[in-house]
């Protein structure tokens, strides 16, 4: 069963930093590409990173280009999101997703930037 289990959101301040992690399991990790994604309340879920299954290519949000990183360690089926400078927008619940057969999502983490 595939279960991704996200963690590291909390309360920060604006210009503040926190790092995301995602453990993954029941599927060949390294195989598959990641995403974060973001939902804040009374808006749509939005994709803010996603990483290629090796690593070796990403994307992202132009909301977050520049201070949002996105990177994976395959040996511990980990994707981790750190997120520097926030911003009171971005406060959300950050999920963790995977397309294995289908769309598979963490439970989310929930982050707070206070202004």
């Known amino acids: 069963q595939v279960q991704l289990v996200e963690s590291g959101g909390g309360l920060v301040q604006s210009g503040g930093s926190l790092r995301l992690s995602c453990a993954a399991s029941?599927?060949?990790?390294?195989?598959?590409?990641m995403r974060w994604y973001r939902q804040a309340p009374g808006k749509e879920r939005e994709l803010v990173a996603a990483?290629?299954?090796?690593?070796?290519?990403?994307n992202y949000a132009d909301s977050v280009k520049g201070r949002f990183t996105i990177s994976r360690d395959n040996a511990k089926n980990t994707v981790y999101l750190q997120m520097n400078s926030l911003k009171p927008d971005d406060t959300a619940v950050y999920y963790c997703n995977v397309i294995f057969l289908r769309n598979y999502w963490g439970q989310g983490t929930q982050v707070t930037v206070s202004s």
């Open positions: 029941g599927f060949t990790f390294s195989l598959y590409a």
């Open positions: 990483i290629s299954s090796t690593g070796g290519s990403t």
